[in-house]
């Protein structure tokens, strides 16, 4: 499990710098102006809709004002609680995210066969480069051959990239 977690991290290490960059614009876009809005609407005890939203709608406009009122001494509390839950949050949504993209076995992303594992024209002894049946550009089974011509062809016509396991 532990291998697995480690390959789900390296695959995607670039995703997890877009992730933190994410987090920063909207701690600043998101968080910052709710915190404010919040803050204010409950400034009479009691929360009150309205303010809020009026609040919100002209912070989120402009949010660098916003975190500049959100480091304000009678706002700073309300940010820092927000943006720690904001952040729980958001990691916890990054955590089910890495798990649920993670390899489901220790084979993934590996090839598990192809025609490059013969050497020295091996799959030639079975196919032939000039006719017969067309595997692909340039590899055909043969009609005229006398024996066990068994194989298996794995890929697709349009890639032109065809594995070809051959058996003797």
Not at 35 to 56: H, N
Not at 64 to 92: A, D, M, P, R
Not at 95 to 117: A, F, N, Q, T
Not at 136 to 145: D, M, T
């Amino acid at each position: 499990m532990v291998n697995k977690f480690k390959r789900g991290i390296k695959k995607y290490k670039s995703k997890f710098i877009v992730a933190l960059i994410l987090w920063v614009v909207l701690a600043i876009v998101f968080v910052s102006p709710v915190s404010v809005s919040i803050q204010d609407a409950m400034a009479d005890g009691k929360f009150d809709f309205a303010i809020f939203f009026e609040r919100i709608g002209e912070l989120i406009i402009n949010p660098f004002k916003s975190l500049g009122e959100s480091f304000n001494e009678q706002y700073i509390g309300s940010f820092w609680g927000f943006l720690w839950k904001f952040t729980l949050v958001y990691f916890l949504i990054l955590c089910i995210g890495i798990v649920r993209y993670m390899p489901k076995h220790e084979y993934d992303s590996i090839e598990h066969g192809s025609s490059d594992w013969c050497e020295n024209g091996e799959e030639y002894k079975i196919l032939s480069k000039n006719r017969g049946i067309i595997l692909a550009q340039k590899i055909f089974l043969p009609v005229n051959k006398r024996g066990n011509v068994n194989v298996l062809v794995v890929g697709r016509f349009r890639f032109r990239k065809i594995s070809i396991i051959c058996y003797s």
